[in-house]
């Protein structure tokens, strides 16, 4: 082949390249795979194989995850997808305990049995001891939504069996059953101070707490706390002796909302659906996360996840507005308070739609990944639930961001993106701030050199070799964090969550050419 064939055949070659390139816009720019057209996504989502309510997840020494829920129920996992369910079902034949279900039913001596004439045991939170070495689940018994103690059981075993200790807090006492409570021991038979909690002879709920969905954390100075409550009269911190796991009761000071009986009140009261507490001490951001769920639990009852912080344990705990939702604030307005992080939502790759996400608490993987765990609901299922993990990361602002799907090995990049990393069509949800059954739908945006337009519009701009993104719209600024992730029907996504100073989270999935790493 002469020269002059070879020159005109390379030119050639290389016209393609160009119009290849072109054809597939600035997709080899940015450094990530083509985006997919919505007609060739595929849909799915995930069945994890575990039906856990309030589930909490603690590390095994080997790595294993164990996740116990309500009603004495436990699963493993090795992946944070698929869940072995080993124990169900409060009867006597659960291996969790060893001397729960049996006489003489010491933890249920106050409560007694449920509307069903069996016993309820709830929300168990599982911490390691630093101090004696023991695994120690806090956990409720309960026979109506007054009417609780929380109790404590030890287990030499992350597994179990576990033993039940005490009953250290009791909740919808009145006059003639005070004797089965540990009430007088702590507080004295002082007729006017009685009065506080017993008002025309019925347990106060208004004012002072549900005792139930205990959960235990440790300060930056190795102290102990739980933190606990559920409608009634809000949600309570109390400090606990590492020793005795039993609580460290505090003075009266009523210009700070703290009581000697129940600790300190954090938020909440006048019976407004807030509950599920589960605080979450970061070091490297430097403050206590309180997660909370608020609405009511069924799959249409609004039920969903929200935030507020502090940089001491016992508050004062502010939303991303700088407010805080103390008894003397305005309740009534509760759903005004507080970063909401997940409700309603679908997004073009679900296959179904998730109602209800709540009963949440958070962990922190060996690897330093920080995961929240919940149970999740689904539209036209019933009241149905299952367990689901999702990664979260923390925004410049210091605010978690949960990532938009399930959990599958994914992670930040070290690399960090660029300005042209982000560009193309993105579905956006907004979790705005309602407490309803209406599910938050996605709206397709066109992210372009900064702008956005579309179903909404504004500005972005990304901190160059980070995975940080600031969002501007009308009425808002959204700091958010950038991640490759899988979805949940195997489509490889692009996707960012920030959290704004409105208290709102977006999420914005833009869909991939899927690529073999």
Same mark, same amino acid.
């Given at each position: 082949?002469?020269?002059?064939?070879?020159?005109?055949?390379?030119?050639?070659?290389?016209?393609?390249?160009?119009?290849?390139?072109?054809?597939?816009?600035?997709?080899?720019?940015?450094?990530?795979?083509?985006?997919?057209?919505?007609?060739?996504?595929?849909?799915?989502?995930?069945?994890?194989?575990?039906?856990?309510?309030?589930?909490?997840?603690?590390?095994?020494?080997?790595?294993?995850?164990?996740?116990?829920?309500?009603?004495?129920?436990?699963?493993?996992?090795?992946?944070?997808?698929?869940?072995?369910?080993?124990?169900?079902?409060?009867?006597?034949?659960?291996?969790?305990?060893?001397?729960?279900?049996?006489?003489?039913?010491?933890?249920?001596?106050?409560?007694?049995?449920?509307?069903?004439?069996?016993?309820?045991?709830?929300?168990?939170?599982?911490?390691?001891?630093?101090?004696?070495?023991?695994?120690?689940?806090?956990?409720?018994?309960?026979?109506?939504?007054?009417?609780?103690?929380?109790?404590?059981?030890?287990?030499?075993?992350?597994?179990?069996?576990?033993?039940?200790?005490?009953?250290?807090?009791?909740?919808?006492?009145?006059? #003639?059953?005070?004797?089965? !409570?540990?009430? *007088?021991?702590?507080?004295? /038979? =002082?007729? %006017?101070?009685? &009065?506080? $909690?017993?008002?025309?002879?019925?347990?106060?709920?208004?004012?002072?707490?549900?005792?139930?969905?205990?959960?235990?954390?440790?300060?930056?100075?190795?102290?102990?706390?739980?933190?606990?409550?559920?409608?009634?009269?809000?949600?309570?911190?109390?400090?606990?002796?590492?020793?005795?796991?039993?609580?460290?009761?505090?003075?009266?000071?009523?210009?700070?909302?703290?009581?000697?009986?129940?600790?300190?009140?954090?938020?909440?009261?006048?019976?407004?659906?807030?509950?599920?507490?589960?605080?979450?001490?970061?070091?490297?951001?430097?403050?206590?996360?309180?997660?909370?769920?608020?609405?009511?639990?069924?799959?249409?009852?609004?039920?969903?996840?929200?935030?507020?912080?502090?940089?001491?344990?016992?508050? #004062?705990?502010?939303?991303? !507005?700088?407010? *805080?939702?103390?008894?003397? /604030? =305005?309740? %009534?307005?509760? &759903?005004? $308070?507080?970063?909401?992080?997940?409700?309603?939502?679908?997004?073009?790759?679900?296959?179904?739609?998730?109602?209800?996400?709540?009963?949440?608490?958070?962990?922190?993987?060996?690897?330093?990944?920080?995961?929240?765990?919940?149970?999740?609901?689904?539209?036209?299922?019933?009241?149905?639930?299952?367990?689901?993990?999702?990664?979260?990361?923390?925004?410049?602002?210091?605010?978690?961001?949960?990532?938009?799907?399930?959990?599958?090995?994914?992670?930040?990049?070290?690399?960090?993106?660029?300005?042209?990393?982000?560009?193309?069509?993105?579905?956006?949800?907004?979790?705005?701030?309602?407490?309803?059954?209406?599910?938050?739908?996605?709206?397709?945006?066109?992210?372009?050199?900064?702008?956005?337009?579309?179903?909404?519009?504004?500005?972005? !701009?990304?901190?160059?070799?980070?995975?940080?993104?600031?969002?501007?719209?009308?009425?808002?600024?959204?700091?958010?964090?950038?991640?490759?992730?899988?979805?949940?029907?195997?489509?490889?996504?692009?996707?960012?969550?920030?959290?704004?100073?409105?208290?709102?989270?977006?999420?914005?999935?833009?869909?991939?050419?899927?690529?073999?790493?």
């Amino acid at each position: 082949m002469n020269r002059r064939v070879v020159k005109l055949a390379i030119a050639a070659a290389l016209s393609l390249v160009t119009l290849s390139c072109a054809s597939c816009g600035q997709a080899a720019d940015r450094g990530i795979p083509e985006e997919m057209p919505i007609e060739n996504i595929n849909t799915g989502s995930v069945n994890t194989g575990g039906s856990l309510h309030d589930p909490q997840v603690i590390i095994g020494e080997d790595g294993t995850y164990y996740c116990y829920g309500t009603h004495m129920t436990a699963a493993t996992s090795t992946d944070l997808i698929k869940w072995n369910t080993w124990a169900d079902g409060v009867n006597g034949s659960n291996k969790i305990f060893d001397n729960l279900i049996a006489e003489p039913f010491d933890a249920f001596s106050f409560v007694g049995k449920n509307e069903q004439n069996g016993y309820s045991v709830w929300a168990p939170s599982v911490i390691y001891n630093k101090a004696t070495g023991k695994y120690m689940m806090y956990f409720c018994t309960t026979s109506s939504y007054i009417k609780s103690n929380i109790v404590i059981a030890t287990a030499d075993d992350i597994g179990g069996p576990y033993h039940y200790e005490k009953t250290i807090i009791y909740s919808g006492f009145t006059k #003639p059953d005070l004797e089965l !409570t540990n009430y *007088t021991d702590i507080m004295g /038979d =002082d007729i %006017n101070v009685r &009065s506080r $909690y017993i008002s025309g002879g019925a347990y106060n709920n208004q004012l002072w707490p549900n005792a139930i969905d205990p959960a235990m954390f440790y300060d930056e100075n190795d102290k102990l706390w739980m933190v606990y409550g559920s409608w009634s009269g809000g949600i309570f911190l109390l400090e606990l002796d590492e020793q005795t796991g039993e609580p460290i009761h505090p003075e009266t000071n009523d210009d700070e909302g703290v009581d000697a009986y129940f600790g300190k009140r954090l938020v909440g009261g006048f019976h407004h659906p807030i509950e599920g507490p589960y605080i979450h001490y970061d070091k490297d951001a430097g403050y206590y996360y309180l997660f909370l769920s608020y609405g009511n639990l069924q799959m249409e009852g609004g039920y969903q996840i929200r935030v507020f912080r502090s940089k001491n344990p016992d508050g #004062p705990y502010e939303d991303a !507005t700088g407010a *805080t939702l103390g008894i003397k /604030d =305005d309740l %009534n307005n509760y &759903s005004s $308070y507080g970063v909401k992080l997940m409700g309603n939502y679908t997004l073009p790759s679900l296959n179904v739609t998730y109602m209800a996400p709540g009963g949440q608490s958070t962990f922190v993987d060996k690897d330093g990944k920080l995961y929240i765990v919940y149970h999740q609901r689904f539209k036209e299922s019933g009241e149905y639930h299952a367990v689901r993990v999702h990664q979260m990361a923390m925004n410049e602002d210091g605010w978690p961001c949960i990532f938009p799907f399930a959990t599958n090995g994914e992670a930040l990049s070290e690399e960090g993106y660029t300005t042209d990393s982000v560009s193309g069509t993105f579905y956006v949800v907004d979790h705005g701030l309602e407490v309803n059954n209406i599910v938050n739908e996605p709206v397709e945006c066109q992210f372009k050199d900064g702008n956005i337009s579309g179903g909404i519009t504004g500005t972005y !701009t990304v901190n160059e070799k980070t995975n940080f993104i600031t969002i501007e719209s009308e009425d808002a600024t959204y700091h958010g964090i950038m991640v490759r992730m899988s979805d949940e029907a195997g489509n490889d996504t692009f996707c960012i969550s920030a959290v704004g100073d409105n208290d709102h989270s977006i999420w914005c999935v833009q869909y991939l050419e899927n690529t073999t790493e």
